[in-house]
């Protein structure tokens, strides 16, 4: 996760374009952690959802300036996953 953020300042520095820089290392990351966790038909569907995921926690760590915030949210999401997989 760290290694992430720093990927991204550090686009963000050399190419001057944002939305790349956020983009670019979001989607290399979700589509790492989906092909290790994710196994089956819904494996594009659930690397979408990552990357997605992703973004928002981006967002959050924007706007809030804080890391508490994103971490607190990433951990409800993690929550719901595993609520979710229980049904």
């Known amino acids: 996760e760290n290694m992430k953020l720093m990927g ?16 670019l290392p979001v ?10 966790a ?5 494996m594009w569907i ?5 990357f997605l ?3 928002i926690l981006f967002f959050v760590l924007k706007q809030t300036e804080s890391l508490e915030n994103a971490i607190i949210s990433h951990g ?3 929550s719901l996953v595993v609520l979710s997989s229980l049904t």
Not at 38 to 42: C, L, S
């Open 27 to 36: 989607g290399i990351w979700a589509v790492l952690h989906g092909y290790q």
């Open 38 to 42: 994710y196994v089956g038909p819904y």
């Open 53 to 55: 995921s992703g973004l």
């Open 76 to 78: 409800l999401y993690n």
């Open 8 to 23: 991204m300042l550090a686009l963000s520095r050399k190419t001057g374009i944002a939305w790349l820089s956020v983009a």
């Open 46 to 50: 659930l690397i979408l959802c990552a």
